[in-house]
């Protein structure tokens, strides 16, 4: 048992291939029962979160966390929980008050203190933005010294890497998503080139290499079992196989 899960009384985290079947079962409802698929993705994340940091007690930032399915399990977990989220709209989809747990406001330019959060989390928002490294800037700058960065996003190459597009997005995301558009009627949620974007393994390893101010916890494919994390160092294969790319820092 690792010290965090000894600490809070936890089950400790497992990487194991029953959990990423798991994921991936959970994965093929998300556009028709998105409770239940954001819920065990929540509390698959909560877990691996606790294994690199306490949470009761601490103020943790979600951001991009949209309808407050982290935040929930955050709090759940003893954190205090703010969620930042740019858009609205995602904030109350499925019932939910926004007002009761976060705030609006960009993913590149935080409305938080510098230093100001012990955990600043994101999952699967990094490649709806524009510009990455701006948004990870931003998350290093609010975090404290000693405080923890958790960052995971889906990767452009990857099977899912144009969500409910894919696997067209192999031949280009413009005609993956006019593809879509056409069988549908109407334009995918996640539209290459206006709220999904390419985001690579290589560019975000490139910006962590390059930052004076955090150490590498970890850099692992998030949903795949522990013994697939050598995967991360092998360029080109990393884009495709890796899946979903997670970044865990410590900021000094």
């Not at 028709?32 to 691996?48: C, K, N, S």
């Not at 990455?132 to 996003?153: F, I, K, Q, W």
């Amino acid at each position: 048992m690792t010290a965090n899960a000894a600490e809070e009384g936890t089950v400790p985290f497992r990487a194991t291939l029953g959990r990423s079947v798991r994921l991936f079962t959970a994965f093929r409802v998300e556009q028709t029962d998105p409770a239940f698929f954001y819920g065990t993705l929540a509390r698959d994340t909560v877990a691996q979160l606790r294994s690199y940091t306490p949470l009761d007690g601490r103020l943790v930032v979600d951001v991009g966390g949209g309808p407050g399915y982290f935040a929930d399990e955050l709090r759940a977990a003893g954190a205090r929980c703010l969620c930042v989220d740019a858009d609205a709209h995602e904030m109350t989809l499925h019932g939910r008050d926004a007002d009761a747990y976060g705030v609006q406001g960009s993913a590149l330019d935080l409305p938080l203190r510098s230093g100001s959060v012990d955990v600043c989390f994101s999952s699967n928002v990094l490649e709806h933005v524009p510009d990455r490294t701006r948004m990870a800037d931003e998350m290093v700058r609010v975090t404290r010294p000693g405080g923890l960065v958790y960052l995971s996003y889906t990767l452009w190459l990857s099977p899912w890497g144009g969500h409910e597009t894919s696997p067209w997005h192999y031949l280009g995301g413009a005609y993956a998503a006019e593809r879509f558009a056409r069988r549908h009627g109407r334009r995918p949620k996640n539209d290459f080139g206006r709220t999904m974007y390419a985001a690579h393994a290589g560019e975000m390893l490139r910006w962590t290499r390059g930052r004076t101010d955090v150490d590498v916890v970890d850099v692992r494919p998030r949903y795949l079992p522990g013994w697939a994390r050598p995967v991360v160092r092998v360029p080109l294969l990393r884009e495709v196989v890796t899946w979903n790319l997670l970044l865990v820092l410590r900021r000094r």
